[in-house]
């Protein structure tokens, strides 16, 4: 027994190295992340040959390590991109059928107090800024309703005042009478305000590093609330424990010059949160940078064929996890990946506050690349052999309450 | 000749009969249209639709209720997504309040990625959904005891899986199926984890009442060629079954009788050549 009173490991049997450690308890991802054996996973990344690679397909999902992981994402692996696409659709099937869960994202507010120097909203960047009104809210989520969407991801910018944590709950009980699904992607809470937004009807939290590599990240962030690294990387840990239903993770890819590096801590963090968190559905996000207001250029752009390697590699190491393509990507390379591993997909976005109803009256976050309508990629998800999910889940809104209290049902 | 089998061999769940003994699950399929024909083409009577995906408020959209016909088969709402008890009662209130048929398969599934059942949540669900005077078909693992306390509680069937749901991996469950088989005195359904038509024949052959198929359908290369499948594997199991299976052998018999002994020691007996004075 150790001081916090566990028992642990005898130094004598050090335990295989299977390139993820489980968490102890009370440990944070933090601490999981120092333990990680980075030097040899990213080795691993580098260098993996044809017969490393071999033993990683044939191995069973549930058994592939994270060395197993690092060796898919390898340029080998690369020359073997069919046979981890085959492998990887048929895990997808398997786990997942041959559906698409279809989400929109809804942006309240594009203030921000916080400067990422690859952002559109970042604060001294001169752009028409906006917050919607209540009813400018109601709006927006009434047009995606009736585009068929009926889970709605909301975000915001980073602003203490504007879009605190008591807008964001007065934003969310209001869209919760009417969307089934709610989810935020917003500055990162403590897990007593994720508690209360959790009350108000919100159900997921999208996080994203953005870059776990900490000086990239300093290097990003050059002010702002938003500079605190571990804030932000235990940021989902808080969320699951508030009890949220769906938490996802990511790395903007481009910010980091190696999205190897991304990818194994990113794969590490998801493997994390679905020990520790078991009741939590975990998704994975792989958004390459985007032009912006903010001019940013990555030195050293993640390729497609990079980017449908790392989807194949993820699905491969986590056969249970959500991955997500938004519209961010070219309809070209997105109705390719929805057949390699994607689980989650947007359609149809705007990434400027008020941009539904009326569009670029405020300035975009980023320049989505998929113009198609929401109904166009439907029509495409279904020429690919795959049903489009709009609803998989309701919290139970008051609407549909007054049909217990004796309303008028549906037949 | 006559027939050992009796072919009208319905299955009998709360009082109601169905001529057919594969329930079939309607998600994962890649459209309505190829789900629809599958059904169709499995011969089932009963089918199961996630009340999460169904629209009750019917707010316009398509449906998957109007691709299955409710005068043909018996819908099945499930309550899967809930995670716990609370949850999944609500679900099952608010599909009665739509118009759905008061049955109810009941899944309480708080884990998101082996979606296994929560046995306690269930039984607690269970009970306050048989006093609402819903029909109760829960979704459980192989566990014999919790079989028998949700039949206590007035559950129509129990529905053990045979492995987790989606895995395709067969009956893993065999050992404990079979007692729940031994034990029960409602329909034992095995619900998930068959992934082939041998699979479902193996759990019918075991003596389950019937069994629950929906990944292994709708995932398939052909989704209608394997509910036709899965229809006569189904019919094979349960007429093996019925027709009472010749017993398997651990060893191959031996040519000289262990016992061969004993007879050749009554002949001896009897041989008036060594019988004694």
């Known amino acids: 027994m150790n001081a916090n009173g566990r028992t642990s490991r005898p130094a004598s049997v050090p335990p295989v190295d299977r390139g993820f450690v489980p968490p102890e308890p009370d440990e944070t991802f933090a601490d999981a992340l120092e333990r990680l054996s980075f030097d040899g996973l990213l080795k691993e990344a580098r260098t993996a040959g044809d017969e490393r690679i071999t033993r990683a397909l044939a191995a069973p999902p549930l058994d592939r390590t994270l060395f197993d992981f690092a060796a898919l994402l390898s340029p080998a692996a690369a020359g073997r991109l069919e046979e981890l696409a085959r492998a990887s659709r048929r895990l997808t099937l398997a786990r997942f059928g041959r559906t698409m869960r279809m989400y929109a994202p809804l942006y309240l507010s594009n203030e921000c107090m916080t400067t990422c120097v690859y952002c559109g909203f970042a604060r001294e960047l001169p752009i028409a800024r906006k917050t919607l009104t209540p009813q400018g809210t109601l709006d927006e989520a009434r047009h995606l309703l009736r585009q068929g969407f009926r889970s709605i991801l909301l975000l915001t910018g980073e602003h203490q005042r504007l879009t605190g944590v008591e807008f964001l709950e007065d934003r969310i009980r209001l869209l919760a009478r009417e969307v089934p699904s709610l989810a935020i992607e917003v500055q990162v809470w403590s897990e007593e305000e994720y508690r209360r937004l959790r009350s108000a009807g919100c159900e997921g939290v999208v996080i994203y590093q953005e870059t776990y590599h900490p000086d990239t990240y300093a290097r990003v962030h050059v002010a702002g609330k938003k500079r605190r690294y571990e804030w932000r990387l235990l940021g989902p840990e808080r969320a699951a424990r508030a009890g949220m239903r769906r938490v996802g993770i990511g790395a903007l890819l481009g910010l980091h010059d190696d999205w190897r590096y991304e990818a194994i801590a990113a794969a590490a963090h998801a493997r994390f949160l679905m020990r520790r968190y078991w009741r939590t559905q975990v998704t994975v996000s792989v958004p390459r940078l985007r032009p912006s207001a903010s001019g940013y250029q990555p030195r050293d752009p993640v390729g497609d064929r990079d980017l449908a390697q790392l989807v194949c590699a993820l699905r491969l190491a986590l056969p249970d996890a959500g991955i997500v393509i938004s519209a961010r990507e070219a309809p070209a390379i997105r109705d390719g990946l929805f057949q390699l591993g994607v689980t989650h997909t947007s359609a149809g976005s705007h990434t400027e506050p008020g941009g539904y109803t009326a569009p670029k009256e405020a300035t975009e976050q980023f320049e989505v690349s998929d113009l198609r309508s929401p109904a166009e990629v439907a029509a495409r998800l279904r020429e690919l052999g795959y049903d489009p999910v709009w609803e998989d889940w309701s919290a139970v809104a008051p609407a549909t309450e007054a049909m217990l209290a004796g309303g008028a049902g549906r037949r | ?277």
């Open chain 2, 1 to 277: 000749m006559s027939h050992i089998v009796d072919l009208a061999d319905p299955l009998v769940i709360a009082g109601r009969s169905f001529g057919s003994r594969l329930i079939v699950g309607t998600g994962k399929f890649g459209s309505f249209e190829v789900m629809r024909e599958a059904l169709d083409a499995s011969g089932t009577e009963m089918v199961t639709v996630a009340l999460r995906r169904v629209d009750l408020e019917a707010t316009g959209g398509p449906d998957i209720l109007e691709f299955v016909d409710g005068d043909r088969y018996l819908l099945l709402p499930n309550t899967s997504g809930a995670v716990d008890a609370e949850e999944a009662v609500r679900l099952a209130r608010l599909a009665r309040a739509a118009g759905l048929p008061s049955w109810i398969k009941l899944e309480v599934t708080p884990e998101p990625r082996y979606l296994l059942p929560d046995g306690a949540e269930t039984l607690k669900a269970a009970e306050r959904l048989v006093a609402e005077g819903f029909t109760v078909l829960p979704y459980i693992n192989a566990d014999p005891v919790l079989a028998k306390r949700l039949e206590e509680a007035g559950c129509a069937t129990v529905m053990p899986l045979g492995s987790w749901i989606g895995s395709n991996q067969g009956i893993r469950t065999r050992d404990a199926v079979r007692i729940i088989v031994e034990q029960a005195t409602v329909p034992v359904v095995v619900d998930a984890g068959l992934g082939a038509p041998s699979h479902a024949a193996e759990a019918m052959e075991l003596g389950v009442d019937a069994v629950l198929v929906n990944t292994a359908i709708a995932v398939a290369g052909d989704p209608v060629e394997m509910a036709r499948a899965f229809r006569l594997g189904v019919e094979a199991g349960r007429r093996a079954h019925l027709a009472g299976g010749a017993p398997a052998r651990e060893e191959a018999q031996a040519s000289s009788p262990l016992t061969g002994f004993l007879d050749r020691l009554h002949t001896s007996q009897a041989d008036p050549a060594v019988t004694s004075p």
